[in-house]
């Protein structure tokens, strides 16, 4: 057995794009595998890498979103375009580069974090200490309000930060 590679805690970057999510998903034209979906979802604003031998091997971006809940009104941190290098799988590349993230919306002061998965990656947030949303979730699109059609979860970011209870109106494009 050899060595367990080594990795960066993620940094920011100061440049991050399409070409590059597609860069890290090997080419593949949908890696987030929801433009069937026909959703139009939020560029984000701030991106977090982990690098490996000069290259970024995972991501994870975020967004200061509104959201409202059961009437309550608050910011939350809108966690998406998590995607991790297929060849360097298993080493909680998700988590560190999903942690720069939420470390960089703490130090803004967001207590609440939220994000929209497949089904079928919602056991490894479930495993980082996310919490699913019932649904529907509601968020902005171009012709109006509509439910994503994606698992909503959550996460708190500070201590006793909780999620009321109420529907879910994302007063944003999903992330």
Not at 142 to 150: E, F, M
Request: aromatic share 8%; proline share 10%.
């Amino acid at each position: 057995m050899g060595d367990a590679p080594e990795f960066t805690a993620a940094t920011e970057l100061a440049d991050w794009g399409l070409p590059d999510v597609q860069a890290l998903a090997g080419g593949v034209a949908d890696p987030f595998e929801a433009a069937s979906l026909g959703v139009t979802w939020r560029p984000k604003d701030r991106h977090f890498g982990v690098w490996h031998e000069g290259r970024v091997v995972a991501h994870a971006g975020f967004v200061v979103a509104p959201v409202e809940v059961g009437g309550q009104r608050f910011d939350v941190a809108g966690i998406g375009g998590v995607i991790v290098d297929a060849s360097l799988r298993g080493h909680g590349l998700a988590r560190l580069a999903v942690t720069g993230a939420l470390d960089a919306a703490r130090a803004d002061g967001l207590d609440r974090a939220l994000l929209f998965c497949l089904p079928s990656r919602a056991p490894l947030y479930t495993h980082l200490g996310w919490r699913p949303l019932p649904d529907p979730v509601t968020a902005d699109q171009p012709d109006g309000p509509a439910s994503v059609p994606l698992g909503a979860m959550w996460k708190p970011l500070t201590p006793g930060a909780g999620w009321p209870d109420g529907p879910v109106r994302l007063h944003s494009l999903p992330m």
